[in-house]
């Protein structure tokens, strides 16, 4: 569990903001999954991308970003959360395959607000999306809110504690984060989360 937490520690700097922030960090990978809870398998490396109706920020364009490192992949946990992905989804829908992607998260709190969420409320354009707290440290914010596809805004939750989840369909609801603020302005503040989305074949 240690070694899964702190392969954010080693994340790096997305390179693909349009706000020319600095304040995202990330890894990317991409997997797949046989229909009705099948076996999760790696995929080659490749580019992320989200057309501009789901991401008005950083879309229309390839992303390419640096990979999840090999025993991170490998790892105990990681495969889990995987499983678990496949196992749930595949029930909901079991008829299909599924495309897999892995975003590791560090937002970093800045006096002016990290943003996690930079494009605002939006949908990923998936199926569903798992959102896995990792860890908090020196923040505030970072608050989850659930609309539906009129605007109107269904909840809101705070993901605190290390592997707390919260299950998405992204077919059906849109999704925004709150921006997160340093507790203590002396010290480094960061919010890690781990998103995986499952698209269907």
Known sequence: MQEFISSWD?????ENMA???????????????????????EEAHQPHFQTKKFNTLNGGTLRHFSEIKQHIVNNQVMQAILNFGSLTFGAVAPMNDWHIEVHQFRIIAEAGGGKPTPEGIHQDGVD??????????????????????????????SLQEPLEVAIVNDRCVAHGVSPILPDNLEEEGYRDVLVVTFKRL
């Open 128 to 157: 569903f999306a798992l959102m896995v707290m990792i860890g908090r440290s020196n923040v505030t914010g970072g608050e989850t809110s659930i609309y539906d596809l009129e605007g109107n805004k269904l909840s809101h939750f």
């Open 10 to 14: 080693s994340l790096v700097c997305d």
């Open 19 to 41: 706000d020319g922030g600095t304040y995202r960090l990330r890894r990317f990978g991409v997997y797949s999954a046989k229909r009705a809870g099948g076996e999760v398998t």
